[in-house]
């Protein structure tokens, strides 16, 4: 065992909000690349039997952290994932975790039969019959070749794949990308029906956040390598408030110090508050818990300025 393996090991874990064993935990993660600080400090935890959102905006550090998880690339702070370090133990990691990058990576002359007849000889915990359940929903055919298929049904036969094997932890990097939004809502939907379940993981990320938002139960926001928020989506609902405010009221909803304001229609403006007491707020208009989007683009406010 390492320097940081010991000193996570030593250290209490992370008082767990939803209770569940702790499958990533981070502390000061940190990549430097030659001109860019990737990821800064970082601190989070992922527990077991979740779905994360990792959502920030580009060149965030989220590919990096996902690389730093997968034991792809090198780090400086703590990391630990189903309880070893990815940096030394990858192997052994691998057979617990899968992962799909945001560019699928399928050899160009192998067929879709070849591909299955691959994994399921050389992955314990392959489910031919699931994986070929999840193509019949596909137009793929089983002898087309990669090179002939579309950017879309490649990742399609890259998800069916993944999705058959038995993992703890699913690492998804952008795994929608190029997928049309029949096969995308599809696909999330299965990702919960036949996929999830609470003894798996899924850490994802996206810049697609509607889509993915009934399906999280932890949100995970980056900026500039930093952890700017982490929270349950229940935590989320009882901590962030959405108001819509009439033109008469809009001076006493700045006074509450939101965090964000924007206009709505007829004259209407729509506040956001983290903390604030329910009470006032009610008096401002209709609230509601903002959603994920939303909630982004107040809390990355000035990101782009
Ligand atoms: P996006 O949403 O655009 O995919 P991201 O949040 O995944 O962004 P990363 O790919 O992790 O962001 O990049 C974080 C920072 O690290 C960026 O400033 C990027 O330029 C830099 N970076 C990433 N990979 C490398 C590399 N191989 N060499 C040098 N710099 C890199």
């Known amino acids: ?56 905006p580009n060149g965030a550090g989220k590919t990096t952290a996902l690389k730093a998880i997968l034991g792809l690339t090198d780090f400086q702070g703590e990391l630990e994932v189903l309880g070893m370090d990815p940096r030394r133990q990858r192997p052994q990691l691998m057979r617990d975790v899968c992962f799909i990058a945001d560019v699928a990576t399928l050899p160009r002359w192998i067929r879709v039969h070849e591909a299955i007849d691959f ?43 993944v999705m058959a094997i038995d993992a703890r932890l699913l ?23 036949d996929y999830f379940d609470e003894n798996k993981t899924i850490l994802i990320t996206t810049h697609q956040v509607e889509e993915i938002e009934h399906i999280l139960t932890d949100l995970l926001f980056i900026r500039d390598g930093k952890i700017a928020l982490t929270t349950t989506m229940d935590e989320m609902g009882a901590r962030f408030a959405e ?21 709505a229609v007829f004259g209407k403006s729509i506040f956001v508050y983290d903390g604030a007491d329910p009470e006032p707020l009610a008096r401002l208009g209709e609230v509601k ?17």
Not at 120 to 149: I, S, Y
Not at 171 to 193: A, C, H, M, N, W
Not at 244 to 250: F, G, T
């Open 1 to 56: 065992m390492n320097v940081a393996a010991e000193t996570i090991a030593e250290r209490p874990a992370t008082p767990s909000v939803d209770g569940s064993d702790t499958v990533i935990q981070a502390h000061g993660l940190t990549k430097l690349y030659k001109n860019a600080r990737a990821l800064d400090g970082a601190d989070f935890r992922v527990g077991a039997g979740r779905i994360v959102g990792l959502i920030g």
């Open 119 to 161: 994994v399921a000889g050389v992955h314990p915990r392959f489910d031919r019959a699931k994986c070929e359940r999840f193509l019949e929903r596909t137009k793929l055919k089983p002898n087309q070749r990669v090179r002939e298929m579309s950017k879309g049904m490649i990742v399609q036969l890259h998800l069916a794949i």
């Open 243 to 263: 108001v819509l405010v009439s033109a008469a009221q809009v001076e006493a909803a700045r006074a509450l110090h939101p965090i964000d304001e924007r206009a």
């Open 171 to 193: 690492v998804l990097d952008e795994p929608t990308l190029g997928l049309d939004i029949l096969y995308r809502k599809q696909f999330y939907q299965s990702l919960l029906e």
């Open 289 to 305: 818990r903002p959603s994920v989007s939303d909630l982004f683009v107040a809390i990355m406010k000035g990101t782009y300025a």
